[in-house]
């Protein structure tokens, strides 16, 4: 499947105003989860110390991934933020090149990250990008595959941004309408680079109350990618403990996962969706 075969009809309904209003208060509740999901975290395959980096959100830091990376750490993986300060807090873009532009420097500033770490260690990284930060690692999967390892994302605006919330919002920053074909570019950027050979696990959320569930899956080679729907606003993501429990039994060997999908206290959660 290729991205512009994937685009007809697109769904770019933006999420239900409830699930919007929601979004914060929903935080707490996941959060909460962890107590009662604690034991299934602990017993799940460990990892084999490979470096996992994770790059946060728009405007995030990398704060807002210390959960996700101490989790990560206890699994036994070498967890480490991205360590570029807050994302995105310097765009001053005029139109959304502007943007693509800043979107091409910081994949860069990645690029070279990762490169280093991949040099220290001889082994490829994993990439954890939430929402915007999944734009970049995939896009980094396609152009450094002898870099990168796989790539999981949450939450992340695949398609046209229109099925966001915050549409009309970042349409403000710009001096003009933003056209299709600019539009079409800003899908497109995070497909560029040769063909995908990396795994990506695309996790996203039906309740999501920042990225509508249309826009919200991979449209890679389907032969490498995974799009799973879990129960989950946009801001707990890197919260939420059914989430950390689906990204640590991907990136374990297949025969080492278990049959989460299957398990009593997790399959309600969660459904299995493959581009």
């Not at 980096?53 to 210390?66: H, L, N, V, Y």
């Not at 502007?98 to 220290?120: C, G, K, M, S, Y």
């Not at 970042?170 to 995070?190: I, P, Q």
């Not at 129960?231 to 039994?249: D, K, Q, R």
Request: proline share 6%; with cysteine; hydrophobic share 40%.
């Amino acid at each position: 499947m290729t991205q512009t075969e994937s685009q007809v009809a697109p769904d770019l309904r933006p999420p239900r105003l409830h699930h919007s209003v929601l979004e914060f208060s929903r935080v707490f509740l996941e959060m909460g989860w962890g107590a009662a999901l604690g034991p299934l975290l602990k017993s799940l395959p460990r990892g084999d110390g490979h470096t996992i980096m994770t790059i946060p959100g728009f405007m995030g830091a990398d704060g807002s991934t210390s959960r996700l990376r101490k989790f990560l750490r206890q699994r036994g993986y070498n967890a480490i933020p991205w360590g570029l300060g807050r994302n995105a807090a310097e765009v001053r873009s005029r139109d959304i090149d502007d943007f693509l532009a800043h979107r091409a420097q910081t994949e860069d500033r990645i690029a070279a990250r990762v490169e280093r770490e991949f040099r220290a260690s001889g082994r490829k990284l994993t990439l954890i990008g939430w929402s915007l930060g999944g734009l970049y690692a995939v896009a980094l999967a396609h152009r450094f595959p002898q870099w990168v390892g796989q790539v999981v994302t949450l939450g992340t605006p695949y398609g046209d941004p229109r099925g966001t919330a915050l549409y009309s919002v970042m349409g403000g920053l710009y001096d003009h309408d933003v056209d299709e074909e600019g539009l079409a570019r800003w899908v497109a950027h995070t497909y560029r680079g040769g063909p995908l050979q990396v795994p990506v696990l695309a996790l996203y959320s039906e309740s999501d109350g920042i990225v509508g569930a249309g826009i919200a899956k991979c449209q890679g080679d389907p032969q490498y990618v995974t799009n799973v729907a879990v129960m989950a606003s946009h801001v707990g993501f890197p919260f939420n403990p059914v989430v950390f429990a689906v990204i640590a039994n991907h990136l374990v060997a297949p025969h080492r996962r278990w049959a989460i999908f299957r398990n009593q206290r997790l399959g309600p959660f969660m459904q299995v969706q493959t581009c």
